[in-house]
């Protein structure tokens, strides 16, 4: 496709519950990053791939909070036994080479934990 | 750690008038900077990005920005404001030795007819 696209657009989880967000990366795209944005923030950094490897996963704020990207093209953000604290947007955006310096956004996907 | 500071919450402008707002990054060397809006439901645009070179740089949308290093800033700005850059607007910076991007907490603007 022609940007990164992400599903689903909105998910509701009830506390305790586990969900899986999507990023399909801009074809050809080395570098992906997931980034969380609480509500009136800035998003901040998760983790970053580069292929299927994933060399910084600093951000993530839990364990219960994983991610994947097994075949160097789409990654799925995991969180687990979700809390409301974990309620925000999040954001996928990717970039060509390694590093990736100018990165492009995805459209996010509004988790709301009730 | 590098970060950012977009120090304005809130602006509110006038349609045709100019804008500018304020960003100061904390990084000791070289710092990759980046302005990107965010309209409501949207994911972030890239407007412009500095790596290095003529420290006045073009963007998109007709946005400038300029990078002063002996003030840690890099403002931006647009002559004549018009009401779809009715949005919010997001500073960001990065390294060659960092390459995530750290984001400053946004400003948000308004544009009044």
């Known amino acids: 496709g022609a940007g990164v696209s992400q599903s689903p657009r909105y998910k509701v989880a009830k506390r305790g519950q586990d969900v899986a967000l999507r990023c399909d990366p801009i074809s050809g795209h080395v570098s992906l990053f997931w980034y969380q944005q609480a509500l009136g923030q800035g998003p901040e950094f998760l983790t970053y791939f580069q292929n299927e490897a994933q060399l910084d996963k600093s951000g993530l704020p839990s364990d219960r909070f994983f991610a994947e990207r097994p075949e160097g093209s789409v990654s799925t953000l995991k969180i687990q036994r979700t809390q409301q604290e974990d309620s925000a947007v999040y954001l996928c955006?990717?970039?060509?080479?390694?590093?990736?310096?100018?990165?492009?956004f995805g459209p996010g996907t509004r988790l709301t934990v009730t | 750690a590098q970060s950012v500071t977009q120090p304005d919450i809130h602006i509110t402008v006038s349609e045709g008038a100019s804008l500018e707002l304020r960003c100061n990054y904390s990084y000791g060397a070289t710092p990759y900077l980046f302005w990107y809006v965010q309209s409501p439901g949207q994911g972030l645009q890239l407007l412009l990005k500095y790596f290095s070179g003529d420290t006045l740089v073009q963007g998109i949308k007709g946005f400038e920005a300029e990078f002063k290093r002996s003030q840690s800033s890099f403002n931006l700005r647009k002559p004549s404001v018009h009401w779809s850059d009715a949005a919010e607007y997001f500073c960001a910076v990065s390294s060659p030795e960092d390459y995530k991007l750290s984001f400053g907490a946004g400003t948000t603007v308004t544009v009044r007819a």
């Open positions: 955006a990717t970039a060509t080479g390694e590093g990736g310096y100018e990165q492009y």
